[in-house]
């Protein structure tokens, strides 16, 4: 029986971080991480986005640490041809590459939250908190369909509670129903942070790729 998951990331690898959380959910397997750059240098990935608009430009994750613009579909190419190894694996990403082949062994994080958000709101206002805000534009767009209205803030991952908490004032004050955060490095600790009672709450629900929980934002509401 193969117990090896293959992750794959659209930054570099090695990606301890990431190893140290699918570890802790799937003991039993060997985790091997792999990434869309890999073997790339600096200037390469530089120059795939000189002739890219902001909409189609990924924020990714070097080994280095750093955090690279690279083109969606540079990284969505190389992601085409990893994936011609069969295996289970695991795309470490919520944005959606539609180009990607579907296999059944092929788990993709965007999809998941899709059938995730189409359940628990098939209509009303959804409110996405992003890592980053350039991606805030695209991020709608993927996220809109008819009956759904979208709003969206900026949140980095490993924002301390004031940082939350001024990004969740933002949406807010939009009154959405659900609330998502749209990245997979968002770590599990951080949406288990948001989660705590605080008095006087006014209350998210928040999702993430594994799974929903409310979240009791407290303060001044702003006006309606």
Known sequence: ?????????????????????????????????????????????????????????????????????????LVADRLSVSLQTRGPTLLWSTTAFRSL???????????????????????GTLGLFVPHCQRLERKVRERSRPGVRIVATALAPGADDAAFERAAFQLVAEKPDLALLDGMSYARSELAAYSGER????????????????HAVHGRQSPA
């Open 1 to 73: 029986m193969n117990r090896t998951l293959r992750v794959l990331v659209t930054g570099e690898s090695p990606r301890p971080d990431i190893e140290t959380q699918i570890a802790l959910e799937v003991p039993c397997a060997e985790i091997c991480i792999a990434g869309a750059l890999d073997g790339m240098s600096r200037a390469e990935i530089n120059a795939s986005t000189w002739r890219c608009s902001d909409t189609d430009i990924l924020f990714t994750r070097l080994a280095s640490g750093e955090i690279a613009r690279v083109a969606r579909g």
């Open 101 to 123: 082949p579907r296999h059944d062994d092929v788990v993709q994080p965007a999809n998941l939250l899709t059938a995730m958000v189409d359940v628990l709101l098939p209509a």
């Open 199 to 214: 008095d006087q709450p006014f209350r998210l629900k928040v999702i993430t790729d594994s799974g929903d929980r409310d």
